[in-house]
Nanobody, 124 residues
Framework: QVQLVESGGGLVQPGGSLRLSCAFS????????LAWFRQAPGKEREFVATIGWTPGATLYSDSVRGRFTISRDNAKNTVDLQMGSLKREDTAVYYC?????????????????WGEGTLVTVSS
């Protein structure tokens, strides 16, 4: 059984920064690929970033590349999303997800486990 719980959402001004965290409960965290997705009001859920089994194994959506950084801590069983230079269009519910195996892709294929989400609102 795997459980994911996001935290760190809130209200932030345009241009600001925010760090989201996702806690993973279960076994063999290091052998899961982790990802962040988001869903803005009235829009479909979209891919944000993913990280595999090694530090350099990351992918980002075009809209966040250079502004967001995904990382994982295998000692704490957590995956984080550091968000910077936030824009109003980043406003969304952010979800973390997990799948077994090392393969990275920019969609939710194979993502078997999901958190409930945390709301990020970028507004002045």
């Amino acid at each position: 059984q795997v459980q994911l719980v996001e935290s760190g959402g809130g209200l932030v001004q345009p241009g600001g920064s925010l760090r989201l965290s996702c806690a993973f409960s279960g076994r063999t965290f290091s052998r899961y690929t982790l990802a962040w997705f988001r869903q803005a009001p009235g829009k479909e859920r979209e891919f944000v970033a993913t990280i595999g089994w090694t530090p350099g194994a990351t992918l980002y959506s075009d809209s966040v590349r250079g502004r967001f950084t995904i990382s994982r801590d295998n000692a704490k069983n957590t995956v984080d999303l550091q968000m910077g230079s936030l824009k109003r269009e980043d406003t969304a519910v952010y979800y973390c997800a997990a799948k077994s195996g090392p393969v990275l892709r920019k969609d939710d294929y194979g993502m078997a486990y999901w958190g409930e989400g945390t709301l990020v609102t970028v507004s002045s």
